[in-house]
């Protein structure tokens, strides 16, 4: 599943692609898509100025010039493809944004859970978000009031996007280890300066890392915890564990994550 970094990437991409330009049509070419963008709504937005491209959590949003956004969501494996009118279309696109000056931008997604929808605000279509990792109101204090009410473990509860918003599996990993928090640790549990560690490490480890599709490539070879079961865990020699928290793999040490 594509973390905050990629997603951050893409709307960079997205962004560089359509902004200032003017939609001549968008194609929508799989029923998956269509549910939430019928024809006739992708219709509506020929001859409509694209003024700009933001993201919230992992929505990436694009503002119209009649006020009007497209929130798009990647789900498990979405991705754009930006190319020219006359390339050949991508066996999975889902849908094609042709722009006036000859680009065209195409949703990839090879199992069809993508979205695009039309809105007249974002805010009728995001859900209900916690703060960005780097908003200044994403303290240890914040972080408290989110969790004073969970009694499950740590890791599920950072994955949760009212709690941190953009945060997924892989960073969730990572940014425990690095504040020497166990996964299965209570999260209403963790104390004050506790939470403190974790909000930087959370910070930490978003700020370094890596952009583009590295989630499927061989060349990242610099996780801390995430994907080493067996190996020797970089701060204390134990060895990295991985188990299994609400459907997703946890990786983490045992010898220095404590509860």
């Known amino acids: 599943m594509p973390e905050l970094p990629e997603i951050a990437a893409a709307v960079e991409q997205l962004a560089q692609a359509i ?21 006739p709504a992708a219709a509506s937005l020929a001859g409509i ?70 809105a007249a605000t ?21 972080l408290g009031e989110a969790l004073k009410k969970r009694r499950g473990p740590i890791k599920p509860a950072l994955l949760d996007q009212r709690v941190v ?34 909000v930087n490490a959370i910070r ?3 700020r370094r890392a890596p952009s583009g599709r590295y989630w499927m490539s061989d060349r990242v070879t610099n996780w801390r915890v995430y994907d080493r079961e067996g190996q020797k865990c970089k701060r204390c020699g134990g060895r990295i564990k991985r188990s299994a928290q609400a459907g997703r793999s946890t990786f983490h040490c045992p010898s220095c994550q404590k509860r």
């Open 49 to 118: 100025v694209v003024a700009g491209v933001a993201r919230r959590g992992k929505h990436q949003v694009i503002r119209l010039g009649d006020g009007r956004v497209i929130v798009a969501h990647f789900r498990l494996n979405g991705e754009w493809e930006v190319g020219r009118h006359d390339d050949p279309v991508p066996r999975f696109a889902r849908a094609v944004l042709a722009m006036d000056d000859g680009t065209r931008v195409v949703l990839v997604d090879s199992r069809a859970l993508s979205s695009l929808v039309l």
């Open 165 to 198: 918003a953009g945060l997924g599996n892989i960073y969730a990993a990572e940014a425990l280890w690095l504040a020497k928090i166990s996964p299965f640790t209570p999260a209403s549990k963790l104390g004050p300066a506790r939470r403190a560690r974790l």
């Open 19 to 39: 902004a200032g330009k003017t939609v001549l049509r968008l194609e929508v070419l799989h029923a998956a898509i269509a549910r939430k963008m019928p024809r």
């Open 204 to 206: 930490d480890v978003l």
């Open 122 to 142: 974002a805010e009728q279509v995001l859900p209900r978000m916690g703060p960005e990792a780097d908003d200044p109101s994403f303290t240890a204090d914040t």
